[in-house]
């Protein structure tokens, strides 16, 4: 039996912006195939802030909780201040994540990254440099992942 916090239980039980966004302004999708979670993040961008953001997520309690957190954390912020959210602060937000699910915390800031990444490619937008970087580096990761599982 995996120990969560009260808070990844008190996310699971009841995620917050659960749903999708119709016509949304950025969207990203992550899954990690060996583990079986897969979160879909949606982004509605104001004047380069977030005015409303939501997830779906197929995966266990861990992955539900991080992405439920991520959109409260994000929620409000501008595009770059999204950009700074570490999965660090997801975790402490969630008092701590048991070690085999530190993975869940990652893939939530993946898929807020890929969501940005998306709308600043769609405006037509600058994309950061280090936006770039993390883009390549899970398209790398994707392929890799794709390679692996065709047995």
Do not use: W
Not at 86 to 109: E, F, R
Request: net charge positive; aromatic share 4%.
């Amino acid at each position: 039996m995996i120990n969560y916090s009260k808070k990844v239980l008190k996310h699971f039980r009841n995620p917050h912006n659960l749903g999708n966004i119709k016509n949304a302004d950025g969207v990203g999708e992550v899954g990690n195939l060996a583990c079986g979670d897969v979160m879909k993040l949606y982004l509605k961008i104001e004047k380069n802030v977030i005015k409303e953001i939501k997830f779906q997520t197929y995966g266990c309690a861990a992955a539900i909780a991080t992405s439920s957190v991520i959109t409260d954390l994000v929620k409000g912020k501008t595009v770059e201040e999204a950009l700074e959210m570490t999965n660090k602060s997801v975790i402490d937000s969630l008092d701590g994540l048991p070690p085999v699910k530190i993975h869940c915390s990652l893939l939530s800031v993946d898929a807020l990254n890929e969501a940005i990444y998306d709308y600043l490619t769609k405006s037509k937008k600058e994309i950061p440099e280090v936006l770039a970087q993390r883009h390549k580096r899970m398209m790398t990761l994707q392929k890799m992942e794709e390679q692996g599982h065709h047995h």
